[in-house]
């Protein structure tokens, strides 16, 4: 199930993107903050630097912020401190859905999961804390390790999802080591 199909987020620059088309074979971190939170404003600069690095490296990592901002004003100030990542527009409930899909009860949070919305940590910020860019490399094993669990018929033997297996992917990790999946074209090489 593709938990972001038909989904409009917003980019820096204020144009509608379509989600689905956004995080098409794409790792996700889904980076719930605020303005008025100081551990969010302290952890802000590591994800920056985190999200610019493997940007730099041309990796398959794109941010979506969701905001807990009081106001749309707050959260576009916030916003100018962000690297060039996509958010849900202030008023958007799907922000709740997702704080309530993920079991989100405080902030910051980083939530890093597959292009179609499966959990690959819901340590982000504590893996990006500790480990930096390194951690990239972990979270392609689990996507490709996902990919591979998801690409097989659920419990009844049907296949529930008719876009399942209509992709194959490689994801490559900076090591150079490279998982196969049937799931989705992610592929990672270092420069």
């Known amino acids: ?42 952890f802000l600069p590591l994800l920056v630097e985190f999200y610019e690095k493997l940007r730099e490296r041309e990796a398959p990592l794109e941010i979506v912020f969701i905001s807990s901002d ?51 940590t819901t340590r982000g910020r504590a893996e990006v804390t500790e480990m930096g860019i390194d951690c990239f490399d972990d979270w392609v094993t689990s996507c490709a390790r996902l ?15 008719p876009e399942r297996g209509k992709h194959s992917a490689t994801f490559v990790a900076v090591d150079g080591t490279r998982s196969d999946s049937q799931e989705n074209d992610i592929l990672y090489t270092q420069t």
């Open 1 to 42: 199930m593709n938990v972001f199909r038909g989904r409009k987020v917003v980019s820096r620059e204020g144009l509608q993107v379509d989600l689905s088309v956004a995080l098409d074979n794409k790792i996700v971190g889904l980076f719930f903050s605020a303005s008025w939170c100081p551990p969010c404003r302290r």
């Open 70 to 120: 009081v106001s749309s004003a707050d959260m576009s100030e916030y916003m100018r401190h962000h690297g060039n990542w996509l958010s849900l527009a202030h008023s958007d409930v799907y922000a709740r859905q997702l704080k309530q899909r993920y079991s989100v009860w405080t902030i910051p949070k980083l939530i890093v999961v597959a292009p179609d919305g499966e959990i690959v």
């Open 147 to 161: 990919c591979n669990e998801n690409d097989v018929d659920d419990v009844d033997g049907q296949d529930d999802d």
